[in-house]
Every structure is written in C-alpha cells, then in structure tokens.
C-alpha cells in the first residue's frame, strides 16, 4: 500500500525520538559528503551486500521459485510470547552456470500480499517502544515497500494501469544494475467510490483486553467514519460464544450513531472461538452481498488463535476468481507487537486476497481506515500479474518480491488497490557486460483482470536502457533503502550483538544516498529514526 503516509502521524514517533532524529540526520552516515548517486554499493554490487546470512539465501535459480518458504510463526498456543518467527527470504540468486548471452529472459512477478502492511508497523513499534527489539517479528520484505510510498504517477483513467520502470548501474561491478518497476493504479475518491457492504468479524476473547481492544474500537470508529449514507454493516462479535451484534445495518452518513453506539459499547471476556465468529462473519456478509458493491470482510484480532483447516476453506470459497467478485478479507492485528501472534493474519488475508495490517495507535488507525480507506477496502484491478523481458545474459540476482519464475503458472496474482502501486525492487547482472548498449530494451507487460467488469486488459512497456539510465533514480535510490533496511533487520536478528553495528553500516549508507536525492521525505526520516534507536 504505497500511498503517502505523514510522518507525524506514526504515534511512537514522540519527543524523545523526535529529538533523537533532529540530532541523528547526518550523525551516523559513514560515508563522506558528496557521494556519487552509485557509489559503495559494495562487492557485488547492491547496498547490503555484505550482510551476514543474507547469501545463504541465494540458491534458487532465477528461472525457479523463490527459496523463501513460508515464514510466519507457527504456534499461538497459551506462550507469553509468539515462537522466533522465520523471516520469508527474498533473495533469488541465479546459478552462475546458467547464465545464456544468446538467450532472451522472460520472468515473471508477483508480490505476495499486495496491500499487507503489517511487518513495517510491528518493527517501528517494537525497536521505538520499551521491547527495542525485533527478534518477535516476522520480517517481510515486500510488506515494506506496500507500507512506504513512492512518487508513481497514477494511471489516467479508471480500470487503467501505469509502468514506471526505473535502472541504475552500479559503478564498480561491471554488469550489475538495479531495477525497479512501479505499476500504479488510478485515483479514486470518496465520492466516487462503489457503495460498501463490509462485515466486522471481531475478537472479543479475554486475551484482546487493554490495548487490543483499545485498538480493535479505534480501528472500527475510523471505519465508521469512511462510511457514507448507502452502505452497509454487520457487526458479528466472537469469543466463547458468537453475537450478531448488526446484521445489514444501513448507514445514515459518517459516524453512523447505531454504529458507533455498539462500538463503545464493546467489552473483552471469555475464551476464542474463530471458526464460530467466521461462519457467522460469512454468514452476514452473504446475505447482504451485492455484485454493484465492495463487500468486504475486516477481521480484526491479536491473532490468539489459530487458524484451521475448515476456516481457510470457507474463506477460499467466498474470495472469488479471476472473473467473479469476492468478499474480500482484511486482516487487522491488534495489541503489543512484542506478543503479537502474526501467524493468522498473513494467513487468512493470503487465503482471503486482502491486506494485513497491524494497528498500534490512534494514528495507525486512522492512517489506514481513514486516509486510506478506499486503498485498504476497494480494488482497482484484479489478478495483477507482471511479466518482464530483459536482454540475453541477464539474471535476476535478489528481488524484493516473493514469487519469481520463467513460468507463469508458478506465480500466484495479487490485487492491485486504488491511489496505490506495486513496487519490484531488484538487482540484476549480465554475463556478458560488454555486449550491453544503450540500445537494448527491457519491456515489463502487466495483465490483469477489470476491476467491475472483470474484462482481460494487458500493458505493455518497452524502453531503452539508455533511457533509463538518464533518467532520475530518487524512486530507484528510495527503494533500494527500504530493501537494504528490511534485509539489515533479518541480519540483525541473526547476529551477535558484536556485529551488528556492521550490519547497520549497509543500511545507513544506502539510507544516505535515498535522503541525498530525497532530502524531505518523511518515510525515509521514519528508517533513520528506527535504524538509530536500535543501535543504542
């Protein structure tokens, strides 16, 4: 979900940080002013090549899936704390010996989750909060670049997308190159929205009491007021036992009183039923289904309980196909993020083909369903699928997305929210750097599904390199910072205290060159803040 989000709205950015970031701008940069834009990216040629750990992930071909296996957490029994999670791995190294300077190469992309947002939000928290730390979180690299926003244009029209794709070669390695492809959707506004039909399916068990729940209300109250006169809400609470608390409720306008009267009057207590709150949740959001509206799902819970086999069917079948709608999930964690079980929201939003965000304050809540209200709920295209062509002897080195394949039936499409982009940040090499020339062209081909009328549409985008190398790298130099940072994290965790303000070196250098061609922006501001409180 790469829409812009103000930095003064991150709660836990409060005046101790705050001053630690006047101070800090410039105090941990280790290298010297004036650095040329594609200067020290290191050894191999990517800013954070020199983390420890991150090469052990590099033995899928390029051509194959992705070596990162599923990463989340595996229990939520009755532990204080989740299990250490395993970071999904993103790195995709080619074998050298496959590399064909005769061959065209033909791949495709797919994030994984195109609108979660969750693992950002739980770092930012964790290292600014009393824990400090990340070793409870799930790191997802691709979640960072939906979580931060980058400068695309938007599509022009409705049902429309835009490719921007971005290259830099990195000086000193002769043959590598970074690549970074935007696919936007156009804007949308409120008035001009689909009605709603959304379904709260809400965890009220006694574990959600406290903040969670404090979250759980400010969360539904932001909803309530995105909500305009024309929707629809249901309301279906769970914990022991499951109560229908709205069923088809008809809006009156924003801050609907029906609606938010049973929101503040929510209460925690009892034991966890899942199953029950999602047949239930299902169940009302069937009977008001409407194929002219969004209908969503928003489940919202501090993850205390697994999800089961006969749950993850029932939210398959009402997801819907390439060319029927669906009542689309969204996921929302709650509570501390240091117990925070992540297991269940990546889980079911996988499954239910929406996001999975993680609210930790006020402000969170009121980023995500009131700023962004339209990109968390509605879809501008459908089974976004992303193919890219490069020259003879190219190899895609890492990659910031999860799925990667020369066969398009091994990457699972994602949806594409509006006033939004999908982000595929990359390092690629040639075996044959002197064969390249200005004149040779990559093309990246989108094709994906209608949003209302479920029509097949497809983009195609061919440049030269030599125009894209001309051309401005501040998006390109933005994401190579938020990759560098997600992988120093998953590092970090897997480091010795000794080593870990090497490993932080990588990040900050990269850091430096996005702020030296993006001075102001407040996403980048945000990385130095965590990156800075980690190390003290």
Not at 121 to 127: G, H, L, S, T, W
Not at 146 to 166: M, R
């Amino acid at each position: 979900m790469s829409t812009l989000r103000s930095f003064a709205r991150h709660a836990s950015l409060r005046l101790p940080v705050l001053a630690l970031l006047a101070t800090g701008m410039a105090a941990c940069s280790t290298t010297g002013d004036g650095l040329a834009l594609n200067e020290g990216y290191g050894g191999s040629g990517y800013p954070g090549s020199n983390l420890p750990g991150t090469e052990d992930d590099m033995d899928a071909p390029a051509g194959g899936e992705t070596g990162g296996g599923p990463g989340d957490d595996d229990g939520v029994g009755e532990d204080p704390l989740p299990p250490a999670p395993d970071d999904e791995g993103v790195d995709n190294a080619s074998d050298p010996g496959a590399c064909d300077p005769d061959s065209e190469v033909t791949l495709y992309l797919s994030p994984d989750d195109s609108n979660s947002i969750s693992s950002p939000v739980q770092v930012r928290e964790a290292v600014l909060g009393d824990w400090g730390s990340v070793q409870s979180i799930a790191i997802r690299t691709w979640e960072f670049f939906n979580y931060y926003s980058f400068g695309y244009p938007a599509a022009p029209e409705a049902g429309d997308v835009a490719i921007t794709p971005s290259l830099l070669h990195t000086e000193g390695t002769a043959g590598d190159y970074l690549l970074q492809i935007g696919i936007s959707s156009h804007e949308l506004t409120a008035a001009t929205r689909a009605p709603i039909n959304v379904t709260l399916v809400l965890d009220t068990s006694g574990s959600m009491a406290g903040l969670a729940m404090d979250m759980l209300r400010e969360t539904c109250l932001a909803i309530a007021s995105s909500l305009r006169e024309g929707d629809t809400v249901s309301m279906v609470t769970w914990s022991t036992e499951d109560a229908v608390v709205l069923g088809g409720h008809s809006i009156a306008g924003p801050d609907d009183p029906t609606l938010r009267s049973e929101l503040e009057a929510l209460e925690a207590g009892g034991g966890t039923d899942l199953n029950g709150g999602l047949v239930a949740g299902y169940e009302l959001a069937q009977q008001v289904y409407d194929p002219e509206r969004i209908n969503r799902i928003v489940l919202v819970s501090d993850g205390g309980a697994n999800v089961g086999i006969t749950d993850i069917d029932l939210i398959a079948q009402h997801a819907g196909n390439a060319d029927e709608d669906g009542i689309y999930m969204v996921g929302v964690g709650v509570g501390d993020p240091v117990a925070y079980h992540d297991n269940l929201m990546d889980t079911v939003t996988d499954v239910g083909k929406g996001a999975s965000v993680f609210i930790a304050s006020e402000e969170d809540a009121w980023s995500v369903f009131g700023d962004d209200f339209i990109s968390t709920i509605d879809v501008a295209a459908r089974d976004v699928q992303i193919r890219l062509d490069l020259p003879p002897g190219f190899e895609i080195v890492r990659t910031s997305t999860e799925e990667l394949s020369t066969d398009k039936g091994d990457v699972e499409p994602q949806h594409l929210a509006p006033n939004d982009a999908m982000v595929f940040h990359q390092q690629i090499r040639t075996c044959a750097p002197d064969l390249v020339t200005d004149e040779d062209t990559l093309a990246v081909t989108v094709s994906y599904y209608d949003a209302r009328t479920f029509e097949a549409r497809e983009l195609r985008h061919e440049v030269s390199f030599g125009e894209l190398l001309a051309a401005d790298p501040a998006q390109l130099l933005k994401g190579a910072a938020i990759f560098t940072y997600a992988e120093s994290l998953k590092a970090y965790k897997n480091s010795d205290h000794d080593g870990r303000d090497a490993i932080m070196t990588d990040a900050f250098d990269a850091l430096q060159r996005a702020e030296q061609a993006l001075p102001e922006d407040p996403d980048l501001a945000e990385i130095r803040v965590v990156l800075e409180a980690l190390l003290q």
